[in-house]
């Protein structure tokens, strides 16, 4: 794009939906103003960014459709769809607060009063006295969900391999944690 545009041929532009350049300029016009918003509402470099990205697809698609009455208007319409959005992000966020004050409590009970809960600091205890390749079989398997292939890849043992070494483990842990089987 070799000529600077004015906010409304860049919006006349884009309701075309033939030109990419102008969506990419609307873009670089468009985020820092809405990034700059978002830091001064919501304090937040990540709901910052959040915020940017949201308004801009929002606008984008606003533009395309048609939707803007005046389209030399577009930077009031961009800070109008922030305003709204970070109200509505709030709206949320106290509805949420308000959900988990209600129901927080029903929601981290156990499911089964009966079942015993889960001690992390035994598991960790006992997943740390395993041999390091028992240990490597059990995280790759169940922390970074691995398939047996991949582990086996890895350590470079046949995958039958890794599922002898992955049972003795588990039932290593379940000795060590006290389950009975």
């Known amino acids: 794009m070799a000529v600077a545009l004015n906010d ?28 700059l918003y978002g830091l001064r509402h919501m304090r937040d470099e990540h709901a910052a960014d959040d915020l940017t990205q949201q308004v ?7 533009l ?6 005046q389209p030399e208007k577009l930077a009031s319409f961009v800070l ?8 509505d992000s709030r709206r949320n966020a106290q509805r949420k607060e308000r959900l988990l004050a209600q129901f927080g409590a029903d929601l981290f009970a156990p499911v089964h009063p009966s079942e015993p809960c889960l001690d992390h600091d035994r598991l960790a205890r006992c997943v740390q006295s395993l041999k390091e ?11 970074d969900e691995q398939t ?7 350590l470079g043992v046949s995958e039958a391999n890794v599922r002898v070494i992955r ?9 060590c944690m006290g389950v009975a089987v």
Not at 17 to 29: T, Y
Not at 64 to 69: E, P, Y
Not at 167 to 175: F, K, T
Request: hydrophobic content about 45%.
């Open 8 to 35: 409304a041929e860049l919006v006349r532009q884009i309701g075309s939906g033939a030109d990419r350049l102008a969506e990419a300029e609307l873009f670089r016009r468009m985020a820092p103003r809405i990034r």
């Open 56 to 62: 801009l697809i929002t606008t984008i698609e606003a």
């Open 64 to 69: 395309r459709a048609g939707r803007l009455r």
């Open 80 to 87: 109008g769809m922030c305003r709204m959005t970070v109200l």
């Open 133 to 143: 390749r028992e240990r490597t079989v059990i995280v790759l398997s169940f922390y």
């Open 148 to 154: 047996g292939a991949d582990v086996a890849g890895f």
């Open 167 to 175: 049972h003795r483990a588990i039932h290593q842990l379940r000795d």
